[in-house]
């Protein structure tokens, strides 16, 4: 009985760190750059969102070896995933050029490999962040960071800490962020600032509902400044 106890509590552990993982996901990938690489943006984003997928991998399959059964959340949206995932795969074998597809384009490696790492993204999300309470922490922790990178946004915007970086676009005209990419950094700001107003409510004091407001005006500015015209439109419609 004990030893039941105990590898039911390291299960729960494991669970744990697969959640704790995704939390780091949220951070680091839209966070991460380093002008020491050839593409700033996509090669440090990728490292890090490889490294901590195959982290997650890996717990899960102690869990799995564990359990002596792979178990999963059935639902119709894991058979989409997998119904992606196997079309990924179809035309890669079938692709004309083959080693673009598998990898991709030098620079930017978004290959099939980085798809099925995508895809498997929203897979261990839906599986393992089922509690109400989890998925809120989800959201307030990339809300709190693309609050950070919307701070940023606004230094870049003025100049401010830019003289030591050879971007290949002026950050003053469109503030690309932590992104590198004006439309994306947009699309990204914008998606937190419709997380904050379905936060908003969750936050019953005076004082962080004031806070919240500031973090949204100020993404709200950053989401402007980025000229993202598609990025505008979308939060708007939605």
């Known amino acids: 009985m004990p030893n039941k106890v105990s590898s039911d509590q390291s299960l729960v ?10 939390y780091i996901l949220a951070v680091a990938v839209p966070l991460v750059f380093s002008p020491a690489f050839y593409a700033v943006f996509s090669m440090p984003k990728l490292a890090a969102l490889r490294i901590i997928s195959l982290a ?5 399959g102690y869990k799995i070896f564990s359990e002596e059964k792979f178990s999963y959340h059935k639902s119709f949206f894991n058979i989409l995933l997998l119904i992606a995932a196997g079309v990924a795969v179809v035309t890669t074998v079938f692709s004309t050029v083959f080693y673009t597809s598998l990898y991709g384009a030098e620079g930017r490696f978004l290959g099939v490999f980085t798809m099925i790492n995508l895809l498997l993204l929203p897979f261990i999300t839906f599986n393992f962040l089922r509690e109400k309470k989890a998925v809120q922490k989800f959201m307030i922790i990339s809300f709190i960071t693309a609050t950070v990178l919307s701070i940023y946004g606004i230094l870049q915007f003025l100049g401010i800490f830019q003289a030591s970086f050879n971007w290949s676009q002026d950050p003053t005209m469109r503030v690309f962020g932590t992104v590198g990419q004006s439309n994306h950094f947009g699309a990204y700001i914008g998606m937190n600032i419709l997380l904050g107003c379905g936060l908003y409510q969750h936050f019953k004091t005076h004082k962080y509902r ?18 993202s015209r598609g990025a505008v439109m979308a939060v708007l419609v939605a």
């Open 210 to 227: 004031i806070y919240f407001i500031a973090a949204l005006i100020l993404q709200a500015l950053v989401l402007f400044l980025t000229t």
């Open 13 to 22: 552990s494991v669970d744990h760190a697969i959640r704790v993982c995704v």
């Open 56 to 60: 997650i991998i890996f717990l899960w």
